[in-house]
């Protein structure tokens, strides 16, 4: 019974000691070090950083030396090197060496202060694998599944806990490359997951698997992300400045046709989304000679590249579009249909043109003001761009109002009135302006109403 106070006495004294065992900064030694609870110095300061004493089986304390964490016992014995530039790393290790597992089953990253190279050590801070990377991260996961990024040559890449490569080096970035390494430890998504990076060669972009693999070759000069989404199997890539659709082995699904990614997008949501492929066509332009025409969905020509200038089917699934061809403009039919002879000086005249053809107007119900190439003589024609009124008119201006009553300003010999629908001078060209002429035109049409 004796034996037993006397052991809980020491005991005791012994804990007490040590709980009173606290960091104190020097001030004329600018360092730390412990205090007894008497004050006097049980570990002289000689640390630019410490901290409290911790652990229940063994006691450590963190501390933090030539800019370097280790791990002391309560005598000040350095038990864990000063190799950690992370306190929480030293902190790791240092409860490893509390609950006595085998040294080297778990390693920290380290940097060997000779050469700057980073490798991992045991909680001792002994050498386990060696330094020859430029950066290292502590390892997650469990064992024997563990990992950690690590870099190299600028790129970054995981080793197991034994110290191996095994997702290869060509990250980007230490995040892009613990999430492949997150994949390789649940072993999942391996035939699905796709990261892109580049040709540390050449810079061009390619996907790798979370190995690290190419499985799309590095052959773009930009491309798009497949997504978090593992099981969604496009994306856009730019080839030769011009983007397509491929699939996540590098299958084409569209050809490098399209001038965005967003076009090439679009392409690929119309076979997506089951729409009417046959009808769906977009301009673009033949990288080969500038010239255009429209492609489909796949990026193969449905009207071929000779025009000088082409504009968008409505909704890229309309029954005509306008195209300029020797300077001028026509309407064209989603079949490749010539609707109009090319005469149109705008884009938007040929659209209308192109309108009437569409919703089945009587052919010559509007006239479009055409210059003759040949003369310079201005004359007035349908929808298909034929002659109307012949071009001896010396300036033209559009039709206004319909049908019977409809007039347009002319000017001929020098003075403008306005033509009926039949060429006629209803009013006569006597005045200086286009703007006068059309005032009196609109007088005579009020009359000349149904």
């Not at 964490?69 to 240092?94: L, P, Q, S, T």
């Not at 191996?164 to 999430?179: K, P």
């Not at 978090?228 to 397509?244: G, I």
């Not at 309309?318 to 079949?335: E, L, N, P, Q, V």
């Amino acid at each position: 019974m004796k034996r037993t106070i006397i052991l809980f006495i020491i005991t005791m004294l012994s804990t007490t000691w040590i709980m009173a065992q606290k960091p104190v900064y020097e001030s004329t030694m600018k360092s730390f070090g412990y205090k007894n609870a008497d004050g006097s110095w049980h570990i002289m300061p000689q640390y630019q950083r410490a901290g409290e004493f911790q652990g229940t089986t063994r006691q450590w304390a963190v501390v933090k030396v030539d800019d370097h964490w280790g791990v002391i016992d309560i005598d000040g014995n350095m038990i864990c090197r000063n190799m950690f530039e992370d306190r929480k790393i030293a902190e790791m290790a240092a409860y490893q060496w509390e609950i006595q597992t085998e040294p080297g089953k778990w390693v920290y990253p380290a940097r060997n202060k000779a050469d700057g190279r980073w490798g991992f050590v045991d909680y001792y801070g002994r050498w386990k694998y060696q330094p020859i990377y430029e950066r290292a991260n502590p390892h997650q996961g469990k064992d024997p599944k563990s990992y950690a990024s690590v870099r190299k040559d600028g790129r970054w890449g995981c080793v197991d806990g034994r110290g191996v490569l095994v997702i290869n080096n060509i990250f980007l970035t230490a995040e892009e490359a613990e999430e492949a390494g997150q994949q390789w430890a649940i072993g999942r998504n391996y035939n699905s997951w796709r990261r892109a990076t580049t040709n540390p060669k050449t810079g061009l972009w390619g996907f790798v698997d979370y190995l690290g693999r190419w499985a799309v070759q590095p052959n773009y000069q930009d491309q798009r992300p497949f997504g978090e989404d593992h099981n969604y199997p496009y994306t856009q890539v730019k080839q030769d400045d011009r983007w397509a659709n491929i699939d996540r082995n590098g299958g084409v699904i569209s050809n490098a046709i399209f001038f965005t990614a967003e076009e090439a997008a679009d392409a690929l949501h119309q076979m997506e989304h089951g729409r009417a492929l046959e009808g769906w066509r977009l301009p673009v332009s033949n990288p080969a000679d500038g010239k255009w025409g429209w492609v489909d969905w796949s990026g193969e020509w449905v009207i071929m590249p000779i025009f000088e200038a082409a504009s968008h089917f409505a909704n890229d699934t309309g029954r005509f579009a306008t195209a300029k061809y020797d300077g001028f403009w026509m309407s064209i039919s989603d079949t490749g249909e010539w609707l109009s002879r090319p005469v149109f000086t705008l884009s938007s005249e040929a659209w209308q043109a192109g309108n009437e053809w569409d919703t089945g107007q009587e052919l010559g119900h509007w006239l479009y003001p055409v210059r003759d190439v040949g003369t310079g003589a201005w004359g007035y024609v349908d929808y298909k761009g034929e002659w109307v009124i012949k071009p001896t008119l010396e300036d033209a201006k559009l039709f206004n109002y319909v049908w019977n009553n409809r007039m347009a300003p002319a000017k001929m010999d020098g003075k403008w009135g306005c033509v009926d629908h039949t060429g006629q001078f209803v009013v006569k060209n006597q005045y200086p302006t286009s703007a006068e002429a059309q005032m009196a035109g609109r007088r005579w049409a009020e009359g000349h109403k149904f």
